[in-house]
Nanobody, 125 residues
Framework: VQLQASGGGLVQAGGSLRLSCAASGRTGSMYGMGWFRQAPGKEREFVAAISWSGGTTTYVDSLEGRFTISRDNAKNTVYLQMNSLKPDDTAVYYC???????????????????WGQGTQVTVSS
């Protein structure tokens, strides 16, 4: 599976962005998806994940309910709606796909096989 992330940009604190991740290639198999982010000088961290069916989602606790992950399997696309953005949310955001057949959520980098190229999100104060 190849992944293409988009939707990043510059936004003021309190604003919103919606990231998209389009999958191509072997998209006929079921696989969980996730978003990670890497801030300058920090390690990449888990943000959110969703199962193949969309029925199970999980988030890093620090988000306080501001982000929502969703997917449209007909479009082979996963979304990350980000609201009430803070300067601390500034990072490169990466989408990732679990191996084909692994339909449940994963939260560790090792749970995912395919990675997108990343999209920059910058939140100004």
């Amino acid at each position: 599976v190849q992944l293409q992330a988009s939707g990043g940009g510059l936004v003021q604190a309190g604003g919103s962005l919606r990231l998209s991740c389009a999958a191509s290639g072997r998209t006929g198999s079921m696989y969980g998806m996730g978003w990670f982010r890497q801030a300058p000088g920090k390690e990449r961290e888990f943000v959110a994940a969703i199962s193949w069916s969309g029925g199970t989602t999980t988030y890093v606790d620090s988000l306080e309910g501001r982000f929502t992950i969703s997917r449209d399997n007909a479009k082979n696309t996963v979304y990350l709606q980000m609201n009430s953005l803070k300067p601390d949310d500034t990072a490169v955001y990466y989408c990732a796909a679990r191996p084909p057949g692994w339909s449940q959520v994963g939260i560790r980098e090792a749970d995912f096989r395919s990675w997108g190229q990343g999209t920059q999100v910058t939140v100004s104060s």
